[in-house]
């Protein structure tokens, strides 16, 4: 019987204290973001239709402080989950 490690994605990491991971645990997907201005959280989610659609919140273009590609390299990362 074989132990496969849970897959693990880097969405983004600026440095060690601003970085977004998702790490796929079969059906549920662990996000932990670090950021050096709020610490560590963590969200976990039921299926991908969920992390996709927090996601598209959590990085609204109006809300996104960044460059148009910043956010389209960050939601295509997100959508290759």
């Known amino acids: 019987m074989s132990h496969q490690p849970f897959k693990r994605h880097t969405i983004y990491k600026k440095d060690k204290w601003n970085m977004l991971n998702v790490e796929v645990q079969g059906t549920k997907i662990v996000l932990t973001e670090i950021s050096d201005q709020w610490g560590e959280e963590c969200h976990t989610f039921i299926g991908r239709p969920a992390m996709l659609h927090w996601a598209s919140e959590r990085f609204a273009p109006d809300k996104f402080d960044g460059s148009e590609e910043e ?6 990362a997100f959508k290759n989950v």
């Open 71 to 76: 956010l389209q390299a960050i939601m295509d």
